[in-house]
């Protein structure tokens, strides 16, 4: 297969993550015998450094041209006194408006091998963690209209909207069904129908597409109070589960912490058709910048979800997740997941030590 992948390298410790991603997606490549082109285009402060915007116009246009885009992560100190629309993650939100991305899959796996990092007890952690949080992004409360901060009989007032209408339940529940099945085919849809009509409707039309296009996924619904619990309590019961823009906002944050190592996490953001956005859910950790300790494994499982969701290469994806167990199982660590017992690596070694298994 052919794939034309735009690398956002971005800022901080971005680009020696991404140049691991790459190592790995050049041994997958020449494993299965395909064909990977590789461009680099500006993003966030290495952009606004260069260009003066955080999201030049050769970005987008770069972007669009590709499959499928990798990014690193953008943000720094040194670009810290800029606001608004000129600081570097105004280039993130700018680009996943310009694919036009409404879907972000976060999916928070806990690897046995690193049991031990998990914040739950271990009774719970031996049931395991697979969770895939599909948020809806760019519809709901953070965007509903109208939105205003005003006087009312002399009482000063604030108030946003939560708003979905039944095409953007349609598509996002699509995005989680499909990921379901290539999964273990259970989607729990997270709402507030006992309060919200939006929720309701949300409910509504999740349910009619399950019946209509995805009766062989399995189907159930929760309140969003009992899913937040549950998550803690027992989060093996999960699979996938889908959500509007602010309970997936919290839910995903919370799926993430449990696994307790935030330099694992992926992340893949997609639209309805174009290229897909994958990327770890980390920031450009300007504290170990250029010191060889970044954690490339979050970047890495990044392409792995590129392949399958963006090319539906599941053995590939699966190669290189695999490879990065077998990496853990033999007891290498960086630094942000170091235990007693295992060999500290370096940023490089990491991104060796799973190309060489692949
Ligand atoms: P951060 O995720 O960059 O770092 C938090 C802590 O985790 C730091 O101690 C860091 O060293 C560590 N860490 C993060 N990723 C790691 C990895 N791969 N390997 C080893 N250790 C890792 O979050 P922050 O410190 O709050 O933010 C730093 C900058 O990143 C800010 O400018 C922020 O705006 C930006 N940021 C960007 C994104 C993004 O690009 N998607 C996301 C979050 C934060």
Known sequence: MEMRICLLAGDGI?????????????????????????????????????????????????????????????????????????????????????LGLFANLRPATLFP????????????????????VVRELTGGIYFGQPVGDEMRDGVRTAYNTMVYDENEVRRIARIAFEAARKRSGRVCSVD????????????????????????????????????AMQLVRDPSQFDVIVTGNLFGDILSDEAAVITGSIGMLPSASLGADGPGLFEPIHGSAPDIVGQNKANPLATILSAAMMLRHSFNLEKEAAAIESAVQQVLKAGYRTGDIMEKGCTLVGCNTMGNLVTERI
């Not at 409910?203 to 996924?217: G, I, L, W």
């Open 14 to 98: 971005g680009p020696e993550i991404i140049e691991q991603g790459v190592r790995v997606l050049e041994a997958v490549a020449a494993k299965f015998g395909h064909d990977m082109e590789f461009t680099d285009a500006l993003i966030g402060g290495a952009a606004i450094d260069e260009t003066g915007s955080p999201l030049p116009q050769d970005t987008i246009d770069a972007c669009k041209a590709a499959d499928a885009v990798m990014l690193g992560a953008v943000g720094g100190p040194k670009w810290d006194e800029l606001t608004g629309a000129a600081r570097p993650e105004s280039g993130l939100l700018g680009i996943r408006k310009a």
């Open 192 to 227: 507030k129908a006992n309060v919200l009509a939006v929720s309701r409707l949300w409910r509504e039309v999740v349910t009619q597409v399950h019946a209509e296009e995805y009766s062989d996924v399995e189907l159930s619904h929760m309140y969003v109070d009992n899913a």
């Open 113 to 132: 091998e690193l049991a031990s990092a998990c914040f739950l007890r271990p009774d719970i952690v031996a049931k395991g963690i697979d969770v895939m």
